[in-house]
């Protein structure tokens, strides 16, 4: 295992803040995999200093500290913002860094972050973000890849389910696609769902496409990915994610990681890829642009281990990452 963290004295360690609400997605995970890499200190804004810390999940622990009491800290990076903690933002140094993920993150005309962005340094996790807020907004930011934690692999059981996704289920991620692929598909061959659910978009989309009969809920923020004591991914031939995001793509995210961990094959939008140039169809990943295209792959039972093999290329970059 890469132990990165080593490499870092304590006067160079970086103190994560996690400014947002979300329990899980890639905020979360993020996070998560700074403080299990490079054993970075976590802490959340509370009305008052806690002694104590508390479960993040992933094994990991934070500590709440108020305002006052955490911008006293140095070397700060604010992994995830939302709007319920723009009122802190005004509090922090200059220089502190600050983590935008997608441009979702500065939408709305009067966002409050666009105030006071030139104050941060502002680290971005895709190619296509750093783009976008350089043409949009002119702010200038440094790119860096997704960092991984090598989490050890245990001998636990398998769910032994062919195809999963692991995604949250959102309009972004078109989970309806999944589901579409599902009604053309043998039994053994289904497309077997876990993940945190947004319940609009479940009710408005995927209610009339037996969602329930495929969604298997939320897993444990562990690692590894676990359900009813099972790994869910080890074992598994694919990992879909149909993931697109308007203004960003062709990167990674945290389930492209974690499939390629454990040896799936990916499965992408055809969108998503085409936004860089990381990801090539039939080399490290398949591509689909609809449900049609995910069930004919699905359908057929191809050797994949080379596609397996240079997806890992890919990986290995995110491991050795510094941050």
Same mark, same amino acid.
């Given at each position: 295992?890469?132990?990165?963290?080593?490499?870092?004295?304590?006067?160079?360690?970086?103190n994560l803040v996690y400014m947002a609400k979300?329990?899980?997605?890639?905020?979360?995970?993020?996070?998560?995999? +700074?403080? /299990? =890499?490079?054993?970075?200190? &976590?802490?959340?804004?509370? !009305?008052?200093?806690?002694?104590?810390?508390? @479960?993040?999940?992933?094994?990991?622990?934070?500590?709440?500290?108020?305002?006052?009491?955490?911008?006293?800290?140095?070397?700060?990076?604010?992994?995830?913002?939302?709007?319920?903690?723009?009122?802190?933002?005004?509090?922090?140094?200059?220089?502190?860094?600050?983590?935008?993920?997608?441009?979702?993150?500065?939408?709305?005309?009067?966002?409050?972050?666009?105030?006071?962005?030139?104050?941060?340094?502002?680290?971005?996790?895709?190619?296509?973000?750093?783009?976008?807020?350089?043409?949009?907004?002119?702010?200038?930011?440094?790119?860096?890849?997704?960092?991984?934690?090598?989490?050890?692999?245990?001998?636990?059981?398998?769910?032994?389910?062919?195809?999963?996704?692991?995604?949250?289920?959102?309009?972004?991620?078109?989970?309806? +696609?999944? /589901? =579409?692929?599902?009604?053309? &598909?043998?039994?053994?061959? !289904?497309?077997?769902?876990?993940?945190?659910? @947004?319940?609009?978009?479940?009710?408005?989309?995927?209610?009339?496409?037996?969602?329930?009969?495929?969604?298997?809920?939320?897993?444990?923020?562990?690692?590894?990915?676990?359900?009813?004591?099972?790994?869910?991914?080890?074992?598994?031939?694919?990992?879909?994610?149909?993931?697109?995001?308007?203004?960003?793509?062709?990167?990674?995210?945290?389930?492209?990681?974690?499939?390629?961990?454990?040896?799936?094959?990916?499965?992408?939008?055809?969108?998503?890829?085409?936004?860089?140039?990381?990801?090539?169809?039939?080399?490290?990943?398949?591509?689909?642009?609809?449900?049609?295209?995910?069930?004919?792959?699905?359908?057929?039972?191809?050797?994949?281990?080379?596609?397996?093999?240079?997806?890992?290329?890919?990986?290995?970059?995110?491991?050795?990452?510094?941050?």
């Open positions: 295992m890469d132990i990165i963290n080593s490499y870092h004295d304590e006067s160079s360690k970086k979300p329990v899980y997605g890639g905020w979360v995970t993020f996070t998560a995999h +700074l403080n /299990l =890499k490079y054993d970075y200190s &976590l802490y959340k804004i509370g !009305k008052r200093t806690e002694p104590n810390k508390r @479960n993040y999940g992933y094994n990991v622990h934070y500590q709440n500290l108020s305002i006052d009491d955490l911008v006293k800290k140095p070397n700060l990076m604010i992994t995830a913002l939302d709007k319920h903690y723009y009122e802190y933002l005004s509090y922090f140094p200059k220089g502190t860094l600050l983590v935008i993920h997608d441009p979702t993150e500065l939408r709305g005309k009067e966002n409050p972050i666009l105030e006071y962005i030139h104050n941060f340094k502002i680290l971005t996790i895709r190619e296509t973000v750093k783009k976008f807020l350089k043409e949009i907004y002119n702010i200038d930011s440094e790119f860096k890849l997704h960092p991984f934690y090598e989490y050890p692999k245990m001998n636990i059981e398998p769910l032994h389910y062919k195809s999963v996704s692991v995604s949250r289920i959102d309009f972004d991620k078109n989970t309806d +696609l999944l /589901l =579409k692929a599902n009604l053309q &598909l043998d039994e053994e061959k !289904k497309i077997q769902i876990f993940g945190a659910e @947004n319940r609009l978009y479940v009710h408005h989309k995927l209610a009339q496409l037996n969602f329930k009969d495929y969604w298997k809920g939320k897993y444990l923020k562990e690692y590894p990915l676990l359900y009813e004591n099972k790994d869910i991914l080890q074992g598994c031939k694919y990992m879909i994610d149909m993931s697109t995001i308007k203004n960003d793509g062709g990167g990674t995210q945290y389930t492209f990681l974690e499939a390629i961990y454990n040896d799936c094959v990916l499965i992408l939008h055809d969108e998503w890829i085409d936004k860089g140039t990381l990801f090539i169809r039939s080399k490290n990943c398949l591509g689909c642009s609809d449900e049609n295209d995910i069930a004919n792959i699905l359908k057929e039972d191809k050797d994949y281990s080379k596609l397996i093999k240079e997806s890992k290329k890919i990986l290995r970059k995110h491991i050795d990452v510094e941050w």
